[in-house]
């Protein structure tokens, strides 16, 4: 059900408006947590994916709540490593509306696990402005913020304008020449930390104390056995194309394959 927040989030005080309206499904809690913003390209290459998926799911092991935009690509990632039920997906539309449509089982999951918040009533489409406030409400929410993957003059670059602005630090993976160039970009530019080793990153972040757990996902770890296809559509009916285009799994001689 949505509901209209009449709580306030002190973390949104950093952004260049305090949101008029602020609309929510789910768990209201999870904004106590400590958070961590993750955001980048909608089409990552494997290494970013493998390292997203890594950072995510043990950041929320150490009870770190992970907040991201619901696109696919790291989003997606980011959010379905986490757990459904320690992930704040930020949407760019009206609350009445899961999109991307791709999106819209781990949305609707999230919804009932997690928190889901929007700025925009019901009704509001997906328009190019929309998602600049989102990408803005998405960084004030996280203590830091990262990206794994960009690419120049994309929206992730946007929300690394903003996380400046607000004297947030930022991190970013360390890739390959050629590869990821607007966040290497950052790097030359010293306006960003590298991750050299995630387990390293996360004991400076976190401490070494383990301060929550989150639940493993069941078809990720089905599929790390390498199950057949036919088996895995009649034990995951909703979840393999899914996990296909959002680039987790890849099917292959008749197997599914995990990516990361």
């Known amino acids: 059900m949505i509901q209209t927040a009449t709580f306030h989030i002190s973390e949104l005080e950093s952004m260049k408006k305090y949101p008029e309206n602020l609309f929510f499904i789910g768990k209201e809690e999870l904004l106590e947590k400590k958070k961590i913003s993750i955001i980048g390209s909608r089409k990552p290459n494997l290494y970013a994916r493998d390292k997203t998926y890594e950072l995510a799911k043990k950041l929320s092991s150490r009870g770190v709540c992970i907040v991201s935009g619901g696109a696919i690509g790291i989003d997606a990632i980011a959010h379905k490593s986490a757990g459904t039920d320690n992930t704040i997906m930020v949407a760019a539309t009206g609350l009445d509306k899961r999109y991307p449509a791709i999106n819209k089982n781990i949305i609707a999951d999230i919804e009932t696990e997690g928190l889901v918040l929007s700025q ?16 803005e409400l998405v960084v004030a929410l996280g203590e830091v913020l990262i990206v794994t993957y960009a690419d120049l003059n994309s929206g992730s670059m946007r929300s690394v304008e903003y996380a400046l602005k607000m004297g947030k630090e930022i991190y970013v993976l360390a890739h390959r020449i050629g590869e ?6 950052l790097l030359k530019e010293g306006k960003a930390k590298a991750i050299y080793d995630i387990d390293s990153f996360i004991n400076e972040f976190v401490g070494k104390e383990v301060i929550g757990t989150t639940k493993s996902d069941a078809f990720l770890e089905f599929c790390k056995l390498s199950p057949s296809y036919d088996e895995a559509l009649a034990k995951y009916p ?5 996990a296909e285009l959002s680039g987790q799994i890849e099917i292959k001689n008749g197997l599914c394959k995990l990516l990361y």
Not at 120 to 135: A, D, I, K, M, W
Not at 180 to 185: F, I, L, P, Q, V
Not at 238 to 242: P, Q
């Open 120 to 135: 925009f009533e019901e009704g509001s489409p997906s328009t190019r402005y929309n998602f600049v406030l989102r990408n």
């Open 180 to 185: 990821s160039e607007a966040t290497n970009k």
């Open 238 to 242: 909703s979840r393999v194309f899914e």
